[in-house]
């Protein structure tokens, strides 16, 4: 059977994150039932198009998924399991912030089949979780740590910033150390991006907060690197560390290009050629999902064209926002610069039986520019980048567009 991973997105949030564009409300709570009850809509309208497709990957994301009660999660999976063909050896992830769990809610995940958990800590300091508008302290984190082991949840993965307005680099070395010692086997680490729209954004345009130096970011970076790498973790993708057999075999699917669905508010599809996105708002979503038809089945694109279906009201397709059909070309550029995300890079072999000719061939200009410039390293088995190339990833990604 044809493997798919599945993405399911819960938009609601306790408040907004200072830093945050996410598509993730906070204040809209009263629609989370309506909002279950349109998503188990979605899922069934995709039970026959996923009919010969296997799920191998389950994620529920946000905004904030423990956010909503623990039957409400069970209901999406019974959905789930009751509506797809999901592997017995499916990775199945849910998001969680330290402000919105407890035990009994982990109990339930764990009943209902969810075995990986991503907490959204951000950072091991109060102060800066305060900065950053989190709505919890390091020591709630540390309460749901040990209740989500002792309710039986191995993998665990943590999401930190780095690169926060004043931050020291001793800091940021000192919540390294704290989350090695809490032995928690995958961490993904991210420098602070500053997203227009966001209050941060705003702060920095009126003086009252700026970037940290470029440089300090690069050595934050590095010491994470060298640091986790120490510590016996893999660092297998540019922001991403685990320790072995802990990989996050859902965000790989994205890495290698390979199909997914999304369901729920902005959530994003790419399958069968296509990549198209739902309506972000969520009362759109709702308001579009209980017309009853299938999201996808009357909006299927010409080719190479962009549809905006958001006119026509008068059915669930409309709930599809933009479908974009990718050409041989498209597919070929995304697999090299979303591959060369992780750091063992691009599987010569693997590419060329996808698409029946060899990457080096294809960019053999590109790759021999990027190799003088120290950026890339390639042989007949691989192509990676190299350190400085991970530092400048965007320049290399260019190249592939
Ligand atoms: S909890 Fe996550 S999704 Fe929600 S506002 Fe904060 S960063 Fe954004």
Redesign the pocket.
């Known amino acids: 059977m044809k493997q798919i991973a599945l993405y399911i997105h819960i938009p609601f ?1 306790e408040s ?2 200072y830093y ?1 564009d ?1 598509n ?1 409300f906070a204040g809209k709570n009263e629609l989370i039932e309506t909002y279950t009850n349109a998503l188990i809509k979605e899922i069934n309208h995709y039970r026959e198009k996923l009919s010969e497709y296997q799920i191998s990957t389950v994620f529920f994301g ?3 998924p423990s956010i909503l009660a623990s039957n409400h999660i069970s209901l999406i999976m019974e959905s789930i399991t009751s509506n797809f063909s999901v592997s017995k050896n499916a990775e199945i992830s849910i998001e969680a ?1 330290p402000g919105t769990l407890n035990k009994l809610k982990l109990q339930s995940y764990r009943d209902s089949g969810i075995n990986r958990l991503s907490m ?1 800590l951000q950072s091991c300091n109060n102060a800066y979780l305060k900065e950053l508008g989190r709505i919890h302290t390091y020591k709630e984190f540390i309460s749901n740590l040990e209740d989500a082991r002792k309710v039986g949840f191995k993998n665990i993965n943590v999401d930190l910033m780095f690169a926060l307005p004043n931050m020291k680099i001793k800091e940021w070395e000192k919540c390294l150390i704290e989350i090695n010692d809490l032995e928690i086997p995958h961490i993904s680490a991210y420098s602070l991006i500053w997203e227009d729209g966001t209050k941060f954004q705003q702060l920095k345009y009126d003086g009252y907060i700026k970037p940290i130096d470029e440089d300090l970011e690069l050595e934050m970076y590095h010491l994470t690197i060298e640091f986790l790498k120490n510590k016996g973790y893999s660092h297998y993708e540019i922001s991403n560390y685990a320790k072995k057999g802990y990989q996050c075999k859902h965000n790989i699917t994205y890495w290698k290009n390979q199909n997914y669905v999304g369901l729920g508010a902005g959530a994003h599809s790419y399958y069968e050629n296509k990549r198209f996105n739902n309506a972000n708002k969520i009362q759109d979503y709702i308001a579009l999902t209980n017309k009853g038809n299938s999201p996808v089945k009357n909006t299927m694109p010409q080719t190479g064209t962009v549809l905006a279906c958001r006119k026509n009201t008068d059915s669930l397709a409309a709930a599809v926002e933009n479908v974009i059909s990718i050409s041989r070309a498209d597919e070929i550029s995304e697999t090299m610069f979303l591959g060369l995300r992780m750091t063992k890079g691009i599987l010569v072999e693997e590419f060329a039986k996808r698409f029946n000719e060899s990457p080096l061939a294809i960019y053999k200009n590109e790759l021999e520019k990027l190799r003088e410039q120290k950026l890339i390293l390639f042989d007949d088995k691989s192509i990676k980048l190299t350190q400085k190339g991970i530092d400048l990833s965007n320049i290399v990604f260019c190249e592939f567009v």
């Open positions: 949030c907004k994150c945050c996410f993730s946000g905004g904030t912030n959204g």
